[in-house]
């Protein structure tokens, strides 16, 4: 079965701190991704990642970096997080062609 | 630009009755689209996608989607809700690097 996971399902974060979210798939998948989920606001992407080391800017890449330094696992940094940053991440993978995208359960990250 | 637009914000169905989700989509070429449903605090579950063929295409938990290209549309379809299907499902087109998903709409369901 096809698997994504990411680290934790819940995060406290205080102010300014910073904050790595893990995300690692099984499926050899060139691509991975990094979405943010805020009510009414749908899917926002905030990176992606073609091939290892490599990364594209998405909708919302503001104070988020991220790291690909294995094929399997990519890594979302909030540098120095922030209450508007609260909000649920979405890692997702893909391969390289037209096809659909796996997600994993979710990261629900509070900043207080 | 590419662009996916759910109708309905919300829908209340009672258990046993139809469903019809609206999913209209702009894209430049031959679209790839997907629905998936998302359970409240999880990730998203792919329920069926279209790439090209039968217009009909038939998903899992007894969903089916329909590919209307003259109304750049695809509406999923259950002919018998259960209550377990309340959640928030999202159209979405593209594929590979490039997913657009549309806002979502949220189902329930009364018993």
């Known amino acids: 079965d096809v698997k994504v996971t990411q680290s934790s399902r819940y995060l406290v974060k205080r102010t300014g701190e910073k904050v790595f979210l893990e995300c690692v798939q099984d499926?050899?998948?060139?691509?991975m991704f990094w979405y943010r989920q805020d009510p009414g606001l749908g899917l926002r992407l905030i990176y992606f990642?073609?091939?290892?080391?490599?990364?594209e800017k998405g909708d919302i890449p503001e104070g988020y970096s991220v790291s690909r330094e294995k094929k399997e696992r990519f890594s979302l940094i909030l540098e120095s997080a922030s209450t508007n940053q609260t909000s649920m991440y979405l890692c997702?993978?893909?391969?390289?062609?037209?096809?659909?995208?796996?997600f994993g359960q979710g990261t629900r990250l509070t900043v207080v | 630009a590419q662009s996916v637009t759910q109708p309905d914000i919300h829908i209340t169905v009672s258990e046993g009755a139809s469903l019809e989700l609206r999913c209209n989509y702009s894209y430049g070429a031959t679209p790839y689209l997907f629905w998936y449903v998302q359970s409240p605090g999880q990730g998203l579950q792919l329920l069926l996608k279209?790439?090209?063929?039968?217009?009909l295409v038939q998903g899992i938990k007894g969903f089916e989607a329909e590919f209307k290209r003259s109304q750049s549309s695809f509406n999923l379809r259950k002919p018998s809700v259960h209550w377990s299907d309340a959640a928030e499902y999202f159209c979405?087109?593209?594929?590979?690097?490039?997913?657009?998903f549309g806002p979502g709409t949220r189902l329930s369901v009364l018993p």
């Open positions: 979405a087109v593209g594929g590979g690097q490039n997913f657009v």
């Open positions: 499926m050899d998948h060139e691509n």
């Open positions: 997702a993978s893909s391969y390289r062609g037209y096809t659909e995208a796996f």
């Open positions: 990642s073609y091939d290892v080391k490599m990364k």
């Open positions: 279209y790439f090209s063929g039968d217009t």
